[in-house]
C-alpha cells in the first residue's frame, strides 16, 4: 500500500478539495435559466396608463422555420422541448410581421380590442397544438387537488379541477412544458389557518414543504428552480403564502386574483386572474342585457366599505346624485344584477385588495367597466386593449366621476359597451370549458409567460 506523508494529506485538504469546491458552485451559478428570448415582451411601467403592446413588441427578426434550432439526438428533453418553443414563438413572430390570418373555422379574432389579433391567433392554435402541463400527484385533499368552486373565490377551484382533468394535462413529465403545483391558498385559509394567530409561518410552511416534496421527489423543480412550475390561488393571500418559497416567489408562473404590483406582482412573469362570482355555480341568468338606449342610470355602483377607496367613494357621491347611484346598501326594491343592467357605467373598485368580481360582472351584462383601481394588473392585458370597452379613473378623480363619464360622447360610449359584448366570451366560465373562454385564455397567458423564456438544466 503506497504510503502518504502528513503534508500531501494537508495539500488535498487545504488546495484539492477547496478547488473542486469552488468549481462547482462557478458551474452551477453559470447554468441557471435564463430569459434570453424576448417575444413577447411584457414588462411595462407600473400604473403607466398605456401599458405597452405586448405580443406586438418584439427586439428578434422572425426566423424561417428552416432556421430554427434543430436538436441533435441524444440532447435532453428540455433542449428538445425548447427547440419546439422556439419554432412556435418564430411562427407567432411570423403572423405578427406578415399579418396573416390563421385559418380557424370556429374564431378568428378581430377588432381593436385585441392588441394584435394576428399575433394572438396565432398564438392561441399554437398552444392548443402543443401546450402540456404536468400535474403533480402528491398531496391529499384538502390542501392540495381541491378547492371550493363556490363563491367570490370560486374560479380557483374551478381552474384546479379543469387544470386537472384538461386535454392538456399529460402523464409523462418528460414532455411537460409546464408543471403544476396543486396548493389551494383557499382551503389552506379555510382548513389550516387558525383564528386569531397572526403568524404566516404555519402557512407558508404548507407551501415550502410541498416544493420541498417534489424538489426532493423529483428532478424538474431543481433544473429550473422553479421557472417552468405554477401555482394558482384567488384567495387574497396568494401573494404572502408564495413569499414563504423564495424561488416560487422570484421565479415561478403566479396565477393570482390579487394582481397587485405594489405587493410584488410581476406582470412579465404572473398571471393576473379575474375574480368571477357565479352565484349557482353557472353562468344562467348572468350573460346579457338591454341596450345602450335602454340603460337611464349613468353610473352604479353597491357594496361594502372594504378599503380607503370605497370609503371616498361614498363619502364623495353617496345619495349625492340620481345619475351617480352610488350605495353601500341596495334598496329592497332595486336587485343588484338589475341595476347593473339599467347602468351604462359600473364602478369596480379596489377593497381591501385589487381584485372583484364587479368587472367581470358588467361585462356580462352589458354595463362598461370602470377601473378604480391602484396598481392592479388587469387580466389578459397582453392580448386586450382595455381602454377600448373600459373606463380607468384614478383614486384622486373621484370627485370628477360623474364630469368625466359625461364628456365621454355617446358614440365612443356605444362602441365600448358593443366590443364588451363581443370580448365578454374571453370572461365566460363554461362546463366543460369553450375555446377562448375563461379556461383558455389564462392557459394561454401561462403559455404566453413560458414561452418567453428559455430554460437549461442546471
Not at 26 to 52: D, G
Not at 183 to 194: G, R
Not at 386 to 394: M, P
Amino acid at each position: 500500500m503506497a504510503y502518504s506523508s502528513p503534508s500531501s494529506k494537508l495539500v488535498y485538504f487545504v488546495v484539492i478539495i477547496p478547488f473542486i469546491l469552488v468549481s462547482a458552485l462557478l458551474f452551477t451559478l453559470n447554468h441557471k435559466p435564463s430569459r434570453s428570448y424576448s417575444w413577447p415582451s411584457f414588462q411595462y411601467p407600473v400604473n403607466s396608463p398605456s401599458p405597452a403592446k405586448v405580443i406586438e413588441q418584439t427586439s428578434d427578426a422572425a426566423a424561417p422555420e428552416d432556421q430554427l434550432p434543430v436538436v441533435e439526438n441524444g440532447n435532453s428533453n428540455l433542449k428538445r422541448i425548447e427547440a419546439s418553443l422556439a419554432r412556435a414563438r418564430a411562427k407567432v413572430q411570423n403572423a405578427y410581421h406578415n399579418n396573416k390570418t390563421s385559418y380557424d373555422p370556429y374564431y378568428v379574432p378581430n377588432g381593436p380590442m385585441y392588441r394584435n389579433p394576428n399575433s394572438f391567433h396565432r398564438s392561441y392554435l399554437e398552444m392548443e397544438r402543443l401546450f402540456k402541463i404536468y400535474v403533480y400527484e402528491d398531496g391529499e385533499p384538502p390542501l392540495f387537488h381541491y378547492s371550493k368552486k363556490f363563491g367570490i373565490l370560486g374560479i380557483e377551484g374551478i381552474l384546479l379541477h379543469q387544470i386537472e382533468i384538461s386535454k392538456f394535462r399529460t402523464r409523462d413529465p418528460e414532455t411537460a412544458h409546464v408543471y403544476f403545483i396543486p396548493i389551494s391558498v383557499q382551503s389552506i385559509a379555510s382548513y389550516a389557518y387558525v383564528i386569531h394567530d397572526r403568524s404566516w409561518d404555519p402557512l407558508r410552511n404548507i407551501a415550502r414543504d410541498y416544493v420541498n416534496l417534489i424538489a426532493t421527489k423529483y428532478p424538474y423543480w431543481n433544473r429550473t428552480r422553479g421557472y417552468d412550475h405554477f401555482m394558482v390561488a384567488c384567495h387574497d393571500w396568494g401573494p404572502k403564502i408564495s413569499r414563504g418559497v423564495s424561488h416560487l416567489y422570484k421565479n415561478s408562473i403566479r396565477v393570482l386574483c390579487n394582481a397587485n404590483t405594489s405587493e410584488g406582482f410581476k406582470p412579465s412573469i404572473d398571471v393576473s386572474m379575474p375574480e368571477i362570482y357565479l352565484p349557482d355555480g353557472t353562468m344562467n341568468g348572468l350573460i346579457g342585457g338591454p341596450p345602450p338606449s335602454d340603460r337611464p342610470i349613468l353610473v352604479f355602483y353597491a357594496g361594502g366599505i372594504h378599503g380607503y377607496i370605497r370609503q371616498l367613494l361614498m363619502d364623495q357621491w353617496e345619495d349625492k346624485d340620481p345619475d351617480v347611484q352610488i350605495h353601500e346598501y341596495l334598496p329592497e326594491n332595486m336587485p343588484y344584477y338589475d341595476m347593473i343592467r339599467k347602468s351604462k357605467y359600473c364602478i369596480c373598485p379596489s377593497g381591501w385588495e385589487v381584485a372583484s368580481p364587479r368587472m367581470v360582472e358588467a361585462l356580462y351584462m352589458g354595463c362598461v367597466p370602470v377601473l378604480l383601481k391602484d396598481h392592479y394588473a388587469k387580466p389578459f392585458d397582453d392580448v386586450l386593449n382595455w381602454g377600448t370597452f373600459s373606463v380607468d379613473i384614478q383614486v384622486k378623480q373621484i370627485p370628477d366621476l360623474k364630469n368625466i363619464l359625461m364628456d365621454i360622447r355617446q358614440e365612443q360610449y356605444i362602441e365600448m359597451q358593443k366590443t364588451g359584448i363581443q370580448l365578454r366570451r374571453h370572461f365566460e366560465v363554461n362546463f366543460p370549458p369553450k375555446r377562448y373562454d375563461v379556461f383558455h385564455m389564462i392557459l394561454h397567458s401561462i403559455w404566453l409567460r413560458r414561452i418567453n423564456i428559455q430554460l437549461h438544466e442546471r
